[in-house]
Protein backbone atom coordinates (compact mmCIF):
# COMPACT_ATOMS: atom_id res chain seq x y z
CA UNK A 1 0.00 0.00 0.00
CA UNK A 2 1.34 3.22 -1.19
CA UNK A 3 1.82 6.30 1.50
CA UNK A 4 -1.50 8.09 -0.04
CA UNK A 5 -3.68 5.05 -0.21
CA UNK A 6 -2.59 4.74 3.95
CA UNK A 7 -3.95 8.35 4.28
CA UNK A 8 -7.16 7.56 2.34
CA UNK A 9 -8.05 4.52 4.18
CA UNK A 10 -7.38 6.01 7.12
CA UNK A 11 -9.58 9.01 6.54
CA UNK A 12 -12.28 6.22 5.17
CA UNK A 13 -12.11 4.52 8.54
CA UNK A 14 -12.06 7.81 10.66
CA UNK A 15 -15.28 8.56 8.97
CA UNK A 16 -16.47 5.63 9.85
CA UNK A 17 -15.62 6.01 13.29
CA UNK A 18 -16.99 9.45 13.38
CA UNK A 19 -20.23 8.70 11.85
CA UNK A 20 -21.21 5.52 14.82
CA UNK A 21 -22.33 5.74 18.00
CA UNK A 22 -21.07 7.81 21.09
CA UNK A 23 -20.51 6.64 24.67
CA UNK A 24 -18.85 8.51 27.68
CA UNK A 25 -15.99 6.65 29.05
CA UNK A 26 -14.80 7.22 32.69
CA UNK A 27 -10.87 7.74 32.83
CA UNK A 28 -9.00 7.68 36.14
CA UNK A 29 -5.73 8.11 35.58
CA UNK A 30 -2.49 5.61 36.79
CA UNK A 31 0.14 6.58 38.52
CA UNK A 32 3.43 3.91 37.80
CA UNK A 33 7.17 4.92 38.38
CA UNK A 34 6.27 7.58 41.07
CA UNK A 35 9.92 9.08 42.11
CA UNK A 36 11.92 7.20 39.29
CA UNK A 37 15.43 8.54 37.88
CA UNK A 38 15.01 10.18 34.71
CA UNK A 39 17.76 10.02 32.24
CA UNK A 40 18.47 12.24 30.06
CA UNK A 41 21.85 11.54 28.39
CA UNK A 42 23.84 11.64 24.53
CA UNK A 43 26.88 11.89 23.82
CA UNK A 44 28.37 12.24 20.31
CA UNK A 45 31.33 12.01 18.48
CA UNK A 46 32.25 15.86 19.20
CA UNK A 47 35.40 16.64 20.90
CA UNK A 48 33.23 18.65 23.81
CA UNK A 49 32.29 18.13 27.47
CA UNK A 50 29.71 15.24 27.21
CA UNK A 51 26.38 16.17 29.47
CA UNK A 52 24.28 13.71 30.97
CA UNK A 53 20.93 15.57 33.11
CA UNK A 54 19.49 13.15 35.72
CA UNK A 55 15.91 14.44 37.29
CA UNK A 56 13.37 12.63 39.33
CA UNK A 57 9.61 11.58 37.67
CA UNK A 58 6.32 13.95 38.26
CA UNK A 59 2.98 12.39 39.24
CA UNK A 60 1.54 16.01 38.43
CA UNK A 61 1.20 17.49 35.56
CA UNK A 62 3.35 20.76 34.27
CA UNK A 63 5.27 21.05 36.78
CA UNK A 64 9.13 21.03 36.52
CA UNK A 65 10.94 17.95 36.85
CA UNK A 66 13.44 17.63 40.32
CA UNK A 67 16.63 17.60 39.66
CA UNK A 68 18.84 14.72 41.16
CA UNK A 69 21.84 15.96 43.34
CA UNK A 70 24.51 13.99 44.76
CA UNK A 71 24.70 11.25 41.75
CA UNK A 72 28.45 9.33 40.89
CA UNK A 73 27.95 9.34 37.29
CA UNK A 74 30.63 7.46 34.83
CA UNK A 75 30.41 6.10 31.02
CA UNK A 76 32.96 3.41 30.18
CA UNK A 77 34.18 2.28 26.48
CA UNK A 78 35.50 -0.77 27.87
CA UNK A 79 39.25 0.96 27.91
CA UNK A 80 38.82 4.13 29.29
CA UNK A 81 36.54 5.82 32.46
CA UNK A 82 34.86 9.25 31.72
CA UNK A 83 33.61 10.03 35.04
CA UNK A 84 30.72 13.11 35.42
CA UNK A 85 30.89 16.53 37.59
CA UNK A 86 28.30 17.83 38.67
CA UNK A 87 27.13 21.04 37.99
CA UNK A 88 26.68 23.53 40.37
CA UNK A 89 24.65 25.85 38.74
CA UNK A 90 22.21 24.00 36.42
CA UNK A 91 21.55 21.62 38.85
CA UNK A 92 20.99 17.88 37.51
CA UNK A 93 23.36 18.41 34.96
CA UNK A 94 26.89 16.35 34.68
CA UNK A 95 29.55 17.35 32.86
CA UNK A 96 32.65 15.33 31.73
CA UNK A 97 35.90 16.22 30.92
CA UNK A 98 35.72 16.41 26.72
CA UNK A 99 35.96 13.50 24.69
CA UNK A 100 34.32 12.09 21.57
CA UNK A 101 32.79 8.50 20.90
CA UNK A 102 33.36 6.88 17.95
CA UNK A 103 32.50 4.24 15.77
CA UNK A 104 32.83 0.90 16.67
CA UNK A 105 33.06 0.97 20.78
CA UNK A 106 30.46 -0.10 22.96
CA UNK A 107 29.97 2.72 25.88
CA UNK A 108 28.20 1.81 29.36
CA UNK A 109 26.84 4.12 31.53
CA UNK A 110 26.69 3.46 35.31
CA UNK A 111 24.55 5.86 37.73
CA UNK A 112 25.15 5.34 41.35
CA UNK A 113 22.23 7.47 43.25
CA UNK A 114 20.95 6.92 46.31
CA UNK A 115 22.27 3.52 47.16
CA UNK A 116 21.03 2.09 44.01
CA UNK A 117 22.98 1.15 41.09
CA UNK A 118 21.47 2.03 37.27
CA UNK A 119 23.15 0.76 33.95
CA UNK A 120 22.92 1.23 30.15
CA UNK A 121 24.99 0.55 26.90
CA UNK A 122 24.83 2.02 23.63
CA UNK A 123 26.73 1.80 20.06
CA UNK A 124 27.04 4.77 17.80
CA UNK A 125 25.77 4.39 14.36
CA UNK A 126 27.11 6.04 11.88
CA UNK A 127 24.98 8.93 9.78
CA UNK A 128 24.89 10.84 6.42
CA UNK A 129 24.99 14.20 5.20
CA UNK A 130 22.49 16.45 5.82
CA UNK A 131 20.03 17.01 2.47
CA UNK A 132 20.06 20.59 1.31
CA UNK A 133 18.20 23.26 3.13
CA UNK A 134 14.68 24.30 1.57
CA UNK A 135 12.89 27.30 2.37
CA UNK A 136 10.15 28.60 1.17
CA UNK A 137 9.28 32.99 1.02
CA UNK A 138 5.73 33.55 2.08
CA UNK A 139 3.26 35.36 -0.88
CA UNK A 140 1.76 37.65 1.37
CA UNK A 141 4.86 38.96 3.62
CA UNK A 142 8.08 39.25 3.66
CA UNK A 143 9.21 36.13 5.96
CA UNK A 144 9.78 32.54 4.74
CA UNK A 145 9.17 28.75 6.53
CA UNK A 146 11.84 26.04 6.78
CA UNK A 147 9.95 22.28 4.57
CA UNK A 148 11.21 19.45 6.46
CA UNK A 149 12.56 17.16 3.91
CA UNK A 150 11.84 13.76 4.89
CA UNK A 151 13.81 10.64 3.28
CA UNK A 152 17.26 9.44 3.66
CA UNK A 153 18.65 7.44 7.42
CA UNK A 154 17.03 7.24 10.77
CA UNK A 155 18.41 10.32 12.57
CA UNK A 156 17.34 13.71 14.61
CA UNK A 157 17.47 16.53 12.90
CA UNK A 158 17.55 19.86 15.06
CA UNK A 159 16.98 23.29 13.71
CA UNK A 160 17.71 26.79 14.81
CA UNK A 161 16.54 30.09 13.63
CA UNK A 162 18.29 33.13 14.71
CA UNK A 163 17.02 36.43 13.07
CA UNK A 164 19.37 38.58 15.99
CA UNK A 165 20.72 40.28 13.03
CA UNK A 166 17.24 41.49 11.79
CA UNK A 167 17.06 44.55 14.24
CA UNK A 168 13.59 45.26 12.49
CA UNK A 169 11.65 42.00 13.21
CA UNK A 170 13.66 41.51 16.69
CA UNK A 171 12.50 45.02 18.12
CA UNK A 172 9.18 44.38 16.61
CA UNK A 173 8.04 40.46 17.98
CA UNK A 174 10.42 40.76 21.18
CA UNK A 175 12.21 37.33 20.13
CA UNK A 176 15.29 36.77 18.39
CA UNK A 177 15.75 32.81 17.83
CA UNK A 178 13.30 29.57 17.01
CA UNK A 179 13.93 25.55 17.49
CA UNK A 180 12.85 22.98 15.89
CA UNK A 181 13.43 19.08 16.44
CA UNK A 182 12.27 16.83 13.73
CA UNK A 183 12.76 13.18 12.88
CA UNK A 184 13.40 10.50 10.20
CA UNK A 185 12.37 6.99 11.41
CA UNK A 186 12.09 3.72 9.45
CA UNK A 187 8.51 3.33 10.52
CA UNK A 188 5.43 4.68 8.89
CA UNK A 189 3.11 6.14 11.21
CA UNK A 190 -0.79 7.04 10.39
CA UNK A 191 -0.44 8.74 13.59
CA UNK A 192 2.34 11.12 12.36
CA UNK A 193 0.77 11.68 8.99
CA UNK A 194 -3.17 12.68 10.75
CA UNK A 195 -1.86 14.07 14.38
CA UNK A 196 -1.92 17.37 15.78
CA UNK A 197 -0.65 20.55 13.56
CA UNK A 198 2.51 21.56 14.66
CA UNK A 199 3.55 25.00 14.57
CA UNK A 200 5.10 26.77 11.74
CA UNK A 201 8.13 28.82 12.60
CA UNK A 202 8.04 31.88 10.51
CA UNK A 203 11.44 33.93 10.28
CA UNK A 204 12.85 36.84 8.12
CA UNK A 205 16.05 37.70 6.14
CA UNK A 206 19.08 37.48 7.52
CA UNK A 207 18.20 34.63 9.41
CA UNK A 208 21.32 32.23 10.57
CA UNK A 209 19.98 28.51 10.34
CA UNK A 210 21.96 25.90 11.46
CA UNK A 211 21.39 22.18 11.39
CA UNK A 212 22.50 19.57 13.46
CA UNK A 213 21.83 15.69 12.45
CA UNK A 214 22.31 12.81 14.78
CA UNK A 215 21.93 9.25 13.85
CA UNK A 216 19.89 7.13 15.99
CA UNK A 217 20.24 3.94 16.75
CA UNK A 218 17.80 0.97 16.52
CA UNK A 219 16.99 1.15 19.91
CA UNK A 220 16.74 4.89 20.01
CA UNK A 221 14.51 4.92 17.19
CA UNK A 222 11.80 2.62 18.94
CA UNK A 223 12.12 4.88 22.14
CA UNK A 224 11.77 8.22 19.78
CA UNK A 225 8.94 6.63 18.17
CA UNK A 226 7.40 5.96 22.12
CA UNK A 227 8.18 9.67 22.34
CA UNK A 228 6.73 10.92 19.86
CA UNK A 229 3.65 8.83 20.46
CA UNK A 230 3.26 10.50 23.59
CA UNK A 231 3.43 13.72 22.86
CA UNK A 232 3.86 15.56 19.29
CA UNK A 233 1.82 12.91 17.83
CA UNK A 234 -1.18 13.13 20.00
CA UNK A 235 -4.11 14.65 19.25
CA UNK A 236 -4.85 13.20 16.03
CA UNK A 237 -7.87 10.68 14.95
CA UNK A 238 -5.48 7.86 15.76
CA UNK A 239 -4.23 8.26 18.81
CA UNK A 240 -3.49 4.95 21.00
CA UNK A 241 -3.74 3.45 24.38
CA UNK A 242 -1.49 5.73 26.37
CA UNK A 243 1.40 3.89 27.22
CA UNK A 244 4.75 3.82 29.27
CA UNK A 245 7.57 4.86 26.74
CA UNK A 246 10.67 2.67 26.35
CA UNK A 247 14.06 2.80 28.18
CA UNK A 248 17.17 1.28 28.28
CA UNK A 249 18.19 2.01 31.91
CA UNK A 250 18.50 -0.85 34.21
CA UNK A 251 16.45 -0.84 38.01
CA UNK A 252 13.22 0.89 37.02
CA UNK A 253 14.73 4.20 35.47
CA UNK A 254 13.22 5.98 32.98
CA UNK A 255 14.33 7.82 30.01
CA UNK A 256 17.48 6.83 27.42
CA UNK A 257 21.30 7.03 26.78
CA UNK A 258 22.53 6.90 23.52
CA UNK A 259 26.14 7.59 21.56
CA UNK A 260 25.44 9.53 18.28
CA UNK A 261 27.21 10.73 15.37
CA UNK A 262 26.93 14.23 14.59
CA UNK A 263 27.36 16.30 11.45
CA UNK A 264 26.22 20.04 10.91
CA UNK A 265 25.01 22.66 8.33
CA UNK A 266 24.20 26.43 8.59
CA UNK A 267 23.06 29.33 5.62
CA UNK A 268 21.70 32.42 6.04
CA UNK A 269 18.72 33.34 4.31
CA UNK A 270 18.98 35.99 1.53
Known sequence: MTYKQLIYAG?????????????????????????????????????KPQHIYLSISNSKLNLPS???LGATVVVSDGSNNYEFYESTVNHGSYYSLPFQAVVGKKYSLTINYKSTTYIASESMVPVTELLPIDIS??????LYTYNNVKGG????????FDWTGNYTYTNKYGSNKAQATYYVLKNLDINEALGADRQVIRFPEDTKIVRRKYSLSK???????????ETEWRG???????????????NGAL???????????????K
Not at 137 to 142: A, V
Request: with cysteine.
Open 11 to 47: LVFATLIFTGCEREFPTKLQETNLNALVVDGLITNEL
Open 255 to 269: GFFTVCMVVMDSMIV
Open 219 to 229: DYQAFARSLLM
Open 137 to 142: KEKDSN
Open 66 to 68: EPV
Open 236 to 250: GIFDVQQGNVTTNIS
Open 153 to 160: DPAMIEVI
